[in-house]
């Protein structure tokens, strides 16, 4: 038999259907919902006089526009309320699993996927979210869709698929400290661009990818699609397999040991073959901070603003010249003599636990510059919350000037009040730098959690190396 | 869905490259519960001044490319989220056809969902068109969908590929979850062999729960 790719494994695992000249029919093992994506889904549905064929796989939860505080008060934006009554109804009748805004399991619906264990090895995952990728690091294929899309599975639990092709990125070494899994990623990024990737799901290995934690895989996974790949996946191992014991939905006993051996036959065999294969290595990776209006315009932090000219191709001289006004920057700026206004930290790329500690670690026992408008921590759950307040995180992030808020996608996508005032430039541990994102003429560099903690003390950036703190793991 | 066939219109030539559907549909309107409506704010933030005055430099507000069906973009077009309240601003704008050396996946899988046709020609057939589109008001091209091809007036023809399965659901307008359907059949004896389930081990804090 021939070696074959993790993914070919579950591609050929879930085949509904194939036909010669089609694309093919693959099953999906878990739907995840959101306000924001599926209304318009729902409501197809309901015209066409169509059912959801599995509401037990399907998962909703409410995270998109969710206020970060103050969650016991009316919502003024009547919009945003009307999403959420849309997906309170639609969950009722449908009998579909919500998690509201209220729900202690509530959050980030690519946090409280792995979270729960909704998430598990070998799946196919799929979400009305680009960032669906983030469940990849479990060794799933999972891949954002549209909402058409979000119908169809609706309806046939199914998606009409062409194969993808492979790629694969292996990054040798060891992190040095300082060095998180978001500098792995928009290192990644910067080296490939933000298309090197369309066409292709990405399979991540080596040793800096093995010695992450789920927490750091979910972080290089997430941003699979700002490489421009469908999807993103590391095979599963004994970190994976630590992190879903005794979730909700994980098998117990001997039935998770079971699973567990089947996990272990879901890695590429050797010899798999790819049709790209991209290597990095981690050792000389410093931290890395973007300082443009895309995720591959980025840098690492002891560099400088690039001068448009440099560029060979004119569409990216235009691009970066276009960039650089959008952002108010001047060619040869070093990276750390950018003041920042304010600072984010949380988004489905970097708001679980050991992104809040390591974030914590820079930040305990100082305060936030005085230049600073604002500094937000959002926890990616209410469970993992709970957990920082348990650890006493909640105190030192307050104590050092920062807000404490509720779960939620918050100024990622500022959907919600959390609004990057225009002309403002922020720090953010976010995914998308694009024009915009984080409010009309907003300015965003994306950094790290340590490097978002350090921008706030310093209201610059600065080289987290010199300060002598662990990254999360 | 609309089926497309042929399409005959004029070019508006946005000549930026990796155009995110962010700046398509900015995330204000990314609330509303209906797929239509959403031509009037595409491209929001660069077409509109404060009071939501159109901006003069934007060529969508150039009058002389009022009334384009026909849109040229640069690489990696559409990329970024999935929300296909992107593709539905870009038809609900009147555009049918897109034309663009290449495509972010999500962004172009949306397109064939709504009735659009997103052509991929190379980067020098693209300058040409480029270059026409913006030496000539009123220049027009012709999509053929069955023959695949991008035509104008005097005498271009430029051949473009396109995968079979998805020009026959274009052009027949077909609904993709009514095709599906078609194999209920092979969607039930895959769950009967898998038996796929989500068991709850632990209760979660949910407020519904599937019915058993």
Request: with cysteine.
């Amino acid at each position: 038999m021939t070696a074959r790719t993790m993914y070919r494994k579950i591609w050929e695992s879930h085949l509904v259907r194939e036909a010669p000249g089609e694309p093919s029919l693959i099953y999906i093992d878990r739907h995840l919902v959101h306000e924001g994506t599926s209304p318009q889904a729902f409501a197809g549905l309901k015209a066409a006089g169509r059912k959801v064929r599995r509401p037990d796989l399907t998962f909703a939860v409410m995270d998109h526009s969710v206020p970060t505080k103050n969650r016991s008060l009316p919502i003024m934006d009547e919009a945003a309320t009307g999403q959420f009554d849309a997906l309170e109804r639609n969950c009722r009748e449908a009998g579909v699993t919500l998690f509201d805004m209220f729900s202690h399991n509530q959050g980030i619906v690519h946090v409280i996927g792995p979270e729960l264990g909704i998430t598990q090895p070998g799946q196919t995952i799929v979400c009305g979210d680009s960032h669906t990728s983030t469940h990849g690091a479990f060794g799933t294929l999972a891949f954002g869709i549209g909402t058409s899309e979000v119908e169809h599975v609706l309806a046939t639990q199914c998606l009409v698929q062409y194969e993808s092709k492979t790629m694969h990125i292996v990054v040798n070494g060891k992190r040095g400290k300082g060095v998180s899994a978001k500098d792995i990623i928009l290192a990644i990024i910067g080296k490939i661009g933000i298309a090197g990737g369309t066409s292709h799901v990405v399979e991540y290995s080596g040793e800096a990818i093995r010695a992450l934690s789920m927490d750091g895989r979910m972080t290089v996974c997430n941003m699979s699609i700002e490489g421009g790949a469908r999807a993103g996946m590391i095979a599963p191992d004994d970190t994976t397999f630590a992190y879903m014991e005794g979730r909700p939905y994980v098998p117990r006993g001997k039935e998770f040991q079971e699973a567990v051996a089947r996990w272990k036959g879901l890695a590429s065999d050797a010899g798999a073959k790819f049709d790209a294969t991209v290597e990095l290595n981690a050792n000389d990776l410093a931290p890395q901070v973007t300082w443009g209006t895309n995720p591959g315009m980025v840098s690492g932090v002891t560099g400088r603003v690039p001068d448009p000219a440099s560029y060979r191709d004119p569409d990216d001289q235009k691009a970066v010249a276009r960039a650089l006004e959008y952002m108010g920057l001047k060619p040869g700026t070093a990276l750390q003599d950018i003041p920042v206004d304010r600072v984010f930290i949380g988004s489905c790329t970097n708001s679980r636990l050991n992104d809040l500690r390591a974030a914590a670690r820079v930040v305990a026992g100082k305060h936030i510059s005085k230049n600073l408008k604002g500094a937000l921590v959002v926890p990616g759950s209410m469970t993992i919350k709970a957990k920082a307040e348990a650890e006493g995180l909640d105190k030192i992030f307050r104590d050092a000037g920062f807000e404490w808020r509720d779960a939620g996608c918050s100024m990622c996508i500022a959907m919600n009040p959390d609004v990057l005032p225009p002309g403002e430039r922020a720090a953010s541990t976010s995914n998308r730098n694009f024009e915009g994102r984080q409010g009309k003429d907003s300015r965003t560099h994306l950094v790290s959690p340590v490097m978002a903690a350090a921008a706030a003390i310093e209201g610059h950036f600065v080289d987290i190396r010199e300060w002598n703190v662990e990254a999360p793991e | 869905m609309q089926p497309f066939s042929t399409h005959t219109g004029m070019v508006l030539p946005l000549d930026r490259v990796n155009v995110d559907t962010d700046q398509m549909v900015p995330k204000q309107f990314l609330k509303a519960q209906t797929r239509e409506g959403f031509g009037r704010v595409l491209f929001y933030d660069w077409r509109y001044l404060p009071g939501e005055k159109p901006n003069p430099e934007f060529i969508l507000n150039r009058p002389r490319y009022k009334g384009a069906s026909v849109m040229l973009a640069r690489a990696n077009f559409g990329c970024g989220s999935s929300r296909e309240h992107a593709p539905w601003a870009v038809a609900d704008m009147g555009f049918r056809v897109l034309i663009a050396p290449s495509y972010a996946d999500i962004f172009y899988n949306n397109c064939f969902k709504n009735g659009i046709l997103p052509v991929t020609l190379t980067d020098a057939q693209m300058d040409e068109l480029f270059s026409r589109a913006e030496a000539q008001e009123g220049y027009s091209v012709t999509a053929d969908l069955p023959n695949q091809t991008i035509s104008d007036s005097t005498g271009l023809k430029y051949r473009f590929e396109i995968d079979p399965f998805r020009k026959h659901v274009l052009l027949e307008g077909l609904d993709d979850i009514g095709l599906t359907l078609k194999h209920i059949a092979n969607i039930d004896a895959y769950e009967k062999a898998q038996h796929p389930g989500a068991t709850m081990y632990e209760a979660v804090d949910a407020k519904y729960f599937p019915k058993r």
